[in-house]
T-cell receptor, first 108, second 113 residues
Framework: GQNIDQPTEMTATEGAIVQINCTYQTSGFNGLFWYQQHAGEAPTFLSY????GLEEKGRFSSFLSRSKGYSYLLLKELQMKDSASYLCAARGTYKYIFGTGTRLKVLA | DAGVIQSPRHEVTEMGQEVTLRCKPISGHDYLFWYRQTMMRGLELLIYFNNNVPIDDSGMPEDRFSAKMPNASFSTLKIQPSEPRDSAVYFC???????????FGDGTRLSIL
C-alpha cells in the first residue's frame, strides 16, 4: 500500500528546536517534499529530498533515509510565526501522496 | 510574477447543483494538480496533468467529479451533481517538473448546503 504517517500535533517553546517525523510507503520513490501551511492559507514549499542525508536551509533542515522510508523536518530557533501545519509528501512512480499534516504550536 | 490563480475563492450552493472550479497555472509549468482538503482527510490529490494530459486520476472520488485541461493555461474541476460531503477547500497547484516544488493557488472554499 501507499501511505504517510506523521504526528497530528506538537507543541514547542519559542527559541527551541523541534523535529517533525514522517514515515512513508510508496510504489517506487522519487522524492520527499515538506510544505508549510498556515491556517486558512495554501501550502508553501519548504524542502525536497531525493537522496539520503540532510538538506539545510537556514533555520529549517530536512533529512531523508530511503532504506528506512523515513524523513524528518528540523526547525531551529523557533519563532511564533512557525506555528502552522507541516505536510510531508512523497512522490512515487506516478503518484503523489500527502500526510495529514502535523500542527505545530509555538508557545511564548 | 503571477502565481497560480483560482476562481472563485468562495462558492456556496445547494446540493444537486453543478459546480465548476477554475485554475490558471503559472506560465511555463507543465504539471497541474487538483487537491481537496478537509479536516478529516487532510490534503488529497484528485488528479494531475502533464502537458494537458491526465496522468493519474485515481484520486477522483466518483463519476460526479470530472477535470479538464483544454490548454496549457486553463483547467476546470466540475462536480455534478454536488453533495454536502463535497464541501471542502479545493486547491490547484502547478510545477515545472516532478522534482520541482508545487506552487499552490489560494484555493476555493466550497460549501454545499
Amino acid at each position: 500500500g501507499q501511505n504517510i504517517d506523521q504526528p497530528t500535533e506538537m507543541t514547542a517553546t519559542e527559541g527551541a528546536i523541534v523535529q517533525i517525523n514522517c514515515t512513508y510507503q510508496t510504489s517506487g520513490f522519487n522524492g520527499l517534499f515538506w510544505y508549510q501551511q498556515h491556517a486558512g492559507e495554501a501550502p508553501t514549499f519548504l524542502s525536497y529530498n531525493v537522496l539520503d542525508g540532510l538538506e539545510e536551509k537556514g533555520r529549517f533542515s530536512s533529512f531523508l533515509s530511503r532504506s528506512k522510508g523515513y524523513s524528518y523536518l528540523l526547525l531551529k530557533e523557533l519563532q511564533m510565526k512557525d506555528s502552522a501545519s507541516y505536510l510531508c509528501a512523497a512522490r512515487g512512480t506516478y503518484k503523489y501522496i500527502f500526510g495529514t499534516g502535523t500542527r505545530l504550536k509555538v508557545l511564548a | 510574477d503571477a502565481g497560480v490563480i483560482q476562481s472563485p475563492r468562495h462558492e456556496v450552493t445547494e446540493m444537486g447543483q453543478e459546480v465548476t472550479l477554475r485554475c490558471k497555472p503559472i506560465s511555463g509549468h507543465d504539471y497541474l494538480f487538483w487537491y481537496r482538503q478537509t479536516m478529516m482527510r487532510g490534503l488529497e490529490l484528485l488528479i494531475y496533468f502533464n502537458n494537458n494530459v491526465p496522468i493519474d486520476d485515481s484520486g477522483m472520488p466518483e463519476d460526479r467529479f470530472s477535470a479538464k485541461m483544454p490548454n496549457a493555461s486553463f483547467s476546470t474541476l466540475k462536480i455534478q451533481p454536488s453533495e454536502p460531503r463535497d464541501s471542502a477547500v479545493y486547491f490547484c497547484a502547478s510545477s515545472s517538473s516532478p522534482n520541482q516544488p508545487q506552487h499552490f493557488g489560494d484555493g476555493t472554499r466550497l460549501s454545499i448546503l
